[in-house]
């Protein structure tokens, strides 16, 4: 029962990708296609408003909701395996028409080929769970 907040944030999110149509395959077709702004408009946004969050993070102004302090952990950038895992990213989301988070919103709006999308996407995870003891990071 404590959870229901986050399922409810969660159902409003998935209502919040579909009417500003991020889920659409159509947009995301236009975007790799540099035929329309929407998406890099929505993209620029996610971004800017997790630069926002993380500097609130880092100064120590945000709390979890049980009250605890966010510590953010500092990463060693590597411009080759960002590259890397930034080709992989773009080419799993060119080939299915969608990314990681619609693909939920768009089972639950009934579009039952996602199915084979969330599969493989699940398939690889495992694998890399498996692997990433053995491949450089």
């Known amino acids: 029962m404590k959870y229901i907040k986050f399922f409810i944030i969660g159902i409003l999110f998935g209502i919040v990708m579909s009417k500003a149509e991020i889920i659409s395959w159509y947009r995301i077709y236009e975007m790799f296609k540099f035929q329309s702004f929407h998406m890099y408009g929505i993209i ?12 609130f993070f880092r100064k120590k102004l945000v709390k979890t909701f049980e009250g605890n302090e966010i510590h953010v952990k500092p990463k060693k950038l590597g411009m080759y395996r960002n590259l890397l895992g930034g080709i992989l990213f773009g080419l799993g989301w060119a080939l299915a028409g969608a990314c990681p988070g619609p693909m939920f919103v768009l089972v639950g709006k009934g579009v039952v080929s996602i199915l084979v999308v969330i599969f493989g996407a699940t398939l690889g995870a495992f694998l890399y769970g498996l692997s990433k003891d053995k491949i450089p990071h």
Do not use: E, N, Q, W
């Not at 620029?44 to 500097?55: D, K, P, R």
């Open 44 to 55: 620029g946004s996610a971004v800017m408003l997790g630069m926002i969050s993380m500097f």
